[in-house]
């Protein structure tokens, strides 16, 4: 009897324990999407992301004599339906971790072993389990550096294969229409600005993580956090839809630690950021929209959407280091994570304003969108998370730059105004900007929304208030 492969985040053939298991099940096996809460509630662009993704991912099926099953609906429901059209007997998927698919799979699970059915969740999002890491009190860990020494040296299976064929049944379920779903409907910019700059999909991921380790791996410590360097790997992408499975990249890693390259130990270190930040969404789930430290709900940050975060979002707050970021991320859905640092302590810090405003508009903007990193890493800047930066370290956005953009490759690269000849990437934004906006490349530059030093000195007296009311 046929074996139901439900995908979600996982759009691989390589490592994919929940597809090796159903092939050796025995029996056909049908991949399925179903669009679900999870699927309609997503952001633009990891809405498009998806999109790319399930083309790719269709194509890879099909080279493989299978199928990819699209269905719309409650996820039981789909699951129910095509068990009785289809007289599967067993239902496979991967684990995921943020509290919707926890609550939504272990409902799932019951009702489908209620109806006699072989229902089956296996690790494949992640290297290790959030609840297979405790410290040594037998809680969770809230600072990342002894939670890296917990894991650091343990193994991992290293089969990392792919089925050559996935048996098929005499004949498909129906299938919707991936077109027909238009996930990249709600990109106001269209969907080729972004797409444009994306190549989705298993091969492209393998490349990229080949690319890295062969060339740039070396360079990665020293490069990381210049931004027009290029340095960085460009996984987390494929990381947040499983293009790519960690483990691989764990690999990797570890043999190009082996082999003496450097900068192998900050790119695993990397890697465990990203199950950290799932260790604790796992863990404390309010790390998604509430402060991690509860005193925090005392600060004085605005929640207002108004014309300053407008402009912040537009890339108009007049300091050119975050504006480049905030084009960067609206053209391309990435942006590099020393330039994330930098716009989401600007925003929570130099304007005062409540990093979940930021949060929000990343979970719109970001092709890599994931919601475990996407929550610490606002948090941490921000203040208010676990293992946080300190508040009253505040980022000076042109200290940064000069340090980091030295060349001024990066803002030259991603700001049109007030330079004489714009390049290519610079004036896509004014393309991709709605016409509401009204901005032109030929503005001047936009005056400075907050001056860095009262904007320093307001935050950090809006910080002395909360620790004295503390
Ligand atoms: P590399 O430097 O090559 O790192 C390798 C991999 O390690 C990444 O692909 C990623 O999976 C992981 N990683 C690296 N840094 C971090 C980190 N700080 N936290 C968690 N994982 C990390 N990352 C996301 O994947 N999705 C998000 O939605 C996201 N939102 C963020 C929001 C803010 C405010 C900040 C400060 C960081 C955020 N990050 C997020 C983390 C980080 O910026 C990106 O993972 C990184 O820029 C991706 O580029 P890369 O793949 O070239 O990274």
Known sequence: APTLLWIRRDLRTTDHDALEAAVARGGPVIPVVIRDKSVTDLGAAPALRLELGLEAFARRLEEKGARLILRTGKALE??????????????FW??????????????????LNDDGIEARSFAGHLLFEPWEVETGQGGYYKVYSPFWRAVRDRDLPTTLTAPAEIPAPDSWPESE????????APMRRGRDVVAGHVEAGED????????????????????????????????????TLGEVSPRQCWHAGRRAMEDGKAGAETFLKEVVWREFAYHLMYNAPQILDRNWREEWDGFAWREEEDDRVLAWKQGRTGVDFVDAAMRELYVTGRMHNRARMIVASYLTKHMLVHWRIGQKWFEDCLVDWDPASNAMGWQWVAGSGPDAAPYFRIFNPDTQAEKFDRDQAYRRRWLAEGQGNPGEDALSFFDAAPRSWGLS????????????KAGRERALAAYKDLKDDA
Do not use: C, M
């Not at 991967?94 to 009702?111: G, Q």
């Not at 229409?177 to 990249?184: F, H, M, P, Q």
């Not at 490349?441 to 860095?452: F, M, N, S, T």
């Open 78 to 91: 789909v699951l129910q339906d095509l068990i009785a059209e289809t007289g599967a007997e067993a239902v």
């Open 94 to 111: 991967h684990r995921l971790y943020d509290p919707h698919a926890v609550d939504r799979d272990r409902k799932v699970k019951a009702a």
């Open 177 to 184: 229409a991936l077109a027909d779903w238009n996930l990249s």
């Open 204 to 239: 492209a991921a393998q490349t990229q993580l080949g690319g890295f380790i062969r060339d740039r791996i070396e360079g990665y410590k020293a490069g990381r956090d210049v931004p027009a360097s290029g340095a960085t790997s460009d996984l987390s992408q494929y990381l």
């Open 441 to 452: 490349p030929e503005d001047a530059r936009p005056k400075p929304l907050v001056d860095l």
